[in-house]
């Protein structure tokens, strides 16, 4: 049984940083990425991560966020940097239990896990 658990949503001032955590249980290994949803708006997805360590960010976020993961600690990451009110949404976490990425993938219909979501509000 797959879980995702996201941790390290929260209230910043513009210009500020937080890191999301995402700890995977019931999974071994596959592909994982980071998807947000703004009120309003339809879920889009945020940063991905291919099997070998290369990333894939939408335009809006690079330079500002980085997504990672700790192997060891079945956790990803996703630090972000520089917050814009333009940030503020639900992030999730989203996971695809396979032995090899096709690729650092932000579609959304690709993953079959999700997590609950962690509130990030940038004022």
């Known amino acids: 049984h797959v879980q995702l658990v996201e941790s390290g949503g929260g209230s910043v001032q513009a210009g500020g940083s937080l890191r999301l955590s995402c700890a995977a249980s019931g999974f071994t290994s596959g592909c994982m990425a980071w998807f947000r949803q703004a009120p309003g708006k339809e879920r889009e997805g945020v940063a991905a991560l291919d099997s070998d360590g290369s990333t894939k960010l939408i335009d809006f976020v690079k330079g500002r966020f980085t997504i990672s993961q700790d192997n060891a600690k079945n956790t990803l990451y996703l630090q972000m940097n520089s917050l814009k009110p333009e940030d503020t949404a639900m992030y999730y976490c989203?996971?695809?239990?396979?032995?090899?990425?096709?690729?650092?993938?932000?579609?959304?219909?690709?993953?079959?896990?999700w997590g609950q979501g962690t509130q990030v509000t940038v004022s």
């Open positions: 989203a996971a695809r239990a396979i032995t090899s990425c096709e690729g650092a993938i932000l579609y959304e219909s690709y993953y079959d896990y």
